[in-house]
């Protein structure tokens, strides 16, 4: 935690709900606390290029300036978003953040320890909810191709990577193969928990 409110991430493969259920998870949430829903990559300068050039360009930038990049659009949202809004007693809930980089661009290849030194100005999450679906569902709820990063094979890698840290204890795993409500009641559940444990 960093001030007074509390910052809390839901991760997950493209495909998995957690859009929907960070959102839904807010505007609940938004009754009792105030609450802001944000994302990344963020509505920012580096986050916009991140999504108009990187995400869609068919000639990919190598995974390296991919994750340097990432990391540089999440310091910026740390910086103008995130802190300030903890600061003053808000309940942030970002859809993806630190964990997206590395078990994105860690399944491209990139050592992890280097993803976490790049990125040592962010925050630690109080709270890290993973989605879990398994990758051949995700695809398939992909009504099109969002992103060069989605395909059976990267998202299996992904996957992997991101259970590592369910098994370290850094994210909390949530059955994301379920009707959204039950999945949503769940993650609200946990939440809930959280905040009221909090100090
Ligand atoms: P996504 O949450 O799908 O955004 P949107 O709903 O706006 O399409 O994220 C876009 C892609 O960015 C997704 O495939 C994962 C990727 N990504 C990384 O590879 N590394 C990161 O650090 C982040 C934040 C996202």
Known sequence: MVGK???ICVEGLDGCG????????AERLGHQYKTV??????QGEIGTFIREYCLKNENRLSSIVE?????ADRFEHVKNEVIPAVFEGTLVIS???LHSSLAYQGAAGVSLEWIQKINQN??????????DVEPKVAINRLKREKSVMENVATLKKVREIYMKFVQ???LVRVEGNR???EVGKDILFLVRRFLKNRC
């Open 5 to 7: 409110g509390s910052f």
């Open 18 to 25: 957690k859009t929907t259920q960070a959102k839904v998870l």
């Open 37 to 42: 829903y944000t994302a990344e990559p963020s």
């Open 67 to 71: 994750a340097l990049l990432f990391a």
């Open 95 to 97: 859809d993806r953040y």
């Open 122 to 131: 962010a925050i630690n999450p109080d709270l890290v909810i993973f989605i």
């Open 168 to 170: 370290k204890g850094d």
């Open 179 to 181: 009707p959204p409500e």
